[in-house]
């Protein structure tokens, strides 16, 4: 059921490919590809003292980055957890909390000895908002709509930044947001300034994204805008999206039908709820309860711990996955602690087996967007390129970057090793200060709102 053949990722891929230029020919379409308005590549020179803020899925996270030049640069943060309230509660109070963080950071790391704070004009802040938003300009963005369990109220078709900016206002706090930033473009931007290779960024956390880099001239929906064919410009695919309207390509199971259906966004995102970080325990816990019900699972033992909805992190799953011990020890204590729960060694070595086919699955798929990105581009026939990928599932997941090649390989053949994928810089701090810096020197040289 969990299996995704090459000749299925080929058929994906084809389908992917039209998507991607369907959303570049048309407004509104399922996968947005949305202009971020990041204009190139940066030098790698882009200096200064940069503040940063990222709302991207668990946490908030407050930092201020020193652009060094030379690719070079460093890094302080704070981070604060999100309540689930938060999430789906009170839109401007979550801005709120966002403009509250960062005055206490600002206190902390800006105040003289007498209290006073040590600023003498309004510091530039790149605003990491790792949700889709259709912005007008690169300090702009409408909130198409959330997504990863976030729902607050208020906020989808309103522009964030004006939001962020009323809570700023509040709470007095000297910043001016110089650019909204989603994580992928932020990953792709903050990777190219240390490495030039790089082509795409990825993220494969919470949720799942990519940008990269387009010509102009290939982007029919803004031709009214008498740009330069040959400029390039950073596009957030929003990928998550494909197929959620199309439902044709994707093998879903009853497990993924489940998660959308009693999801807080139904039919939405249904290619990043067969991946990402947020579901993936879901599919493992869904299994097993399907077991349970058929009575071949821990036999004789009360299961209800297991009854409640994402209480299997998927974190565990990369867990037991990992146990490389001939008994599954960890296993054994997982479930003994968790779940309190016995299991014979027969049941630890199915489980083991189910974590493999479940991120086997989400490799393979994600491969299929990689690829798509990439035969588009015509990337391999340049002698390959490199992928910026950060993320919990990338960094943590066994064996997760070796299946994504081992996918690429079954999709394009040898060629496919053209394709590098690697960690990525921290893209919603770093590159939110990196893509801060270029949106000043553009509107410094009058290149702005936009060309
Ligand atoms: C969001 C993207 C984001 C990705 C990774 C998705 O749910 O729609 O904007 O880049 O998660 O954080």
């Not at 059921?1 to 389908?15: D, F, H, K, S």
């Not at 020919?25 to 990222?54: C, H, I, N, R």
């Not at 490495?195 to 799942?208: A, H, N, Q, V």
């Amino acid at each position: 059921m969990l299996a995704v053949t090459p000749q299925r990722m080929r058929m994906i891929v084809e389908g992917f490919i039209d998507v991607l230029e369907l959303g570049l020919e048309k407004e509104g379409q399922m996968v947005p590809m949305l202009p971020t308005w990041v204009f190139g590549w940066p030098t790698g020179e882009e200096k200064g003292s940069y503040l940063a803020v990222d709302l991207g899925g668990t946490n908030l996270r407050v930092c201020e980055v020193e652009l060094e030049g030379n690719g070079k640069f460093a890094i302080t943060q704070s981070k604060y957890k999100l309540t689930d309230e938060q999430k789906v509660g009170d839109g401007q109070a979550l801005f709120d909390f966002c403009a509250e963080c960062l005055a206490s950071f600002i206190q902390d790391h800006y105040t003289n000895e007498d209290g006073s704070v040590l600023l003498d004009k309004d510091i530039a802040l790149g605003f990491t908002f790792s949700y889709p938003c259709v912005q007008e300009r690169i300090d702009h963005g409408l909130l198409l709509r959330w997504t990863k369990g976030f729902g607050a109220a208020g906020v989808e078709g309103q522009d964030v930044v004006e939001m962020f900016k009323k809570s700023l206002q509040k709470n007095n706090v000297p910043v001016e947001i110089t650019a909204l930033i989603n994580d992928t473009t932020g990953t792709l931007m903050a990777s190219h300034y240390v490495d030039p290779r790089t082509r795409m960024g990825i993220i494969f956390g919470t949720g799942c994204n990519c940008a990269y880099v387009e010509k102009v001239k290939n982007i029919p929906k803004i031709a009214h805008l008498g740009l330069p064919g040959d400029a390039e410009l950073a596009i957030n695919c929003e990928w998550g999206a494909f197929d959620s309207e199309t439902k044709e390509y994707l093998p879903r199971t009853k497990y993924d039908i489940h998660i959308d259906e009693t999801s807080n966004k139904p039919g939405q995102q249904l290619f990043e709820k067969m991946i990402a970080g947020l579901y993936l325990g879901e599919v493992f816990r869904l299994v097993l309860c399907d077991m349970i019900e058929e009575g071949v699972l821990f036999h004789g033992q009360n299961t209800y711990k297991l009854d409640k909805p994402f209480c299997f992190d998927t974190a565990l799953v990369s867990l037991i996955e990992a146990d490389s011990t001939d008994e599954l020890l960890t296993v054994i204590g997982l479930f003994s602690h968790f779940y309190s729960l016995e299991t014979t060694v027969e049941e630890r070595k199915f489980f083991k087996r189910l974590a493999v086919a479940i991120g086997t699955r989400a490799a393979r798929l994600s491969a299929c967007g990689i690829a798509a990105v990439c035969s588009k581009m015509g990337y391999l026939e340049e002698g390959g390129c490199g992928v910026a990928t950060d993320g919990s599932l990338y960094n943590k997941y066994p064996k997760f970057p070796e299946r994504i090649h081992e996918a690429l390989v079954d999709i394009f053949g040898e060629k496919g090793r053209l394709i590098h994928t690697y960690h990525a810089e921290d893209g919603s701090g770093v590159g939110a200060a990196i893509i801060a810096a270029m949106a000043q020197e553009r509107k410094a040289k009058g290149l702005y709102p936009q060309v």
